[in-house]
């Protein structure tokens, strides 16, 4: 956690000590310094994007286009609106993704009878296999990208992220979901 947010440390409460590897509360106690997490994440998602995107054939889907079609996938079809939030992407940002989706009949849009002025958004047939695909593909980056931990580490691995991430970030609260007609 920063400084900043950790329970019971003021802003800037930490002095780092970089003899001793750990840092000084301005209080005079030691706090045990951590490697940075977050170096080795960018550089692993880095080279988790390449190798994926190099997985893919090109002019093929990029991984945006993807997370969208998972959350289709894992949660039925969702209002336009919904999706950008759930995405944290701008409504007009979503429009264009949508509407590569849409291009390559990936998605299906439609108006909600209960209300007109709100779109609705589901995966389509195409979609559902583009799905079953690049799910296959993650498996085999995946396996290449994380060759040295066994198993039982990467099941722990992703356990971790999920907690990082929080179990409850990429779920969708019931009002948000599209009613059945």
Known sequence: MPPSTTPGVARNALVPDYRSGMAKAR????????????????????????????EMAPGELRPRHLIALRLLDRHGPLSQQSLAEV?????????????????????????????????????SPAGRDEVELSNARAVIVEDALFAALDDGERATLLDLLRRAVGEGAVEIPSDYLAKSD
């Open 27 to 54: 209080s005079g106690k030691a706090v045990a310094a951590r490697e940075s997490v977050l170096p080795l994440l960018e550089h692993l998602v880095r080279v988790a994007r390449r190798a994926y995107e190099n």
């Open 87 to 123: 995405l944290s992407l701008d409504p007009s940002n979503v429009v264009g993704l949508l509407n590569e989706l849409e291009e390559r009949e990936l998605v299906t849009r439609r108006r909600d009878r209960a209300d007109r002025r709100r779109h609705i958004v589901e995966l």
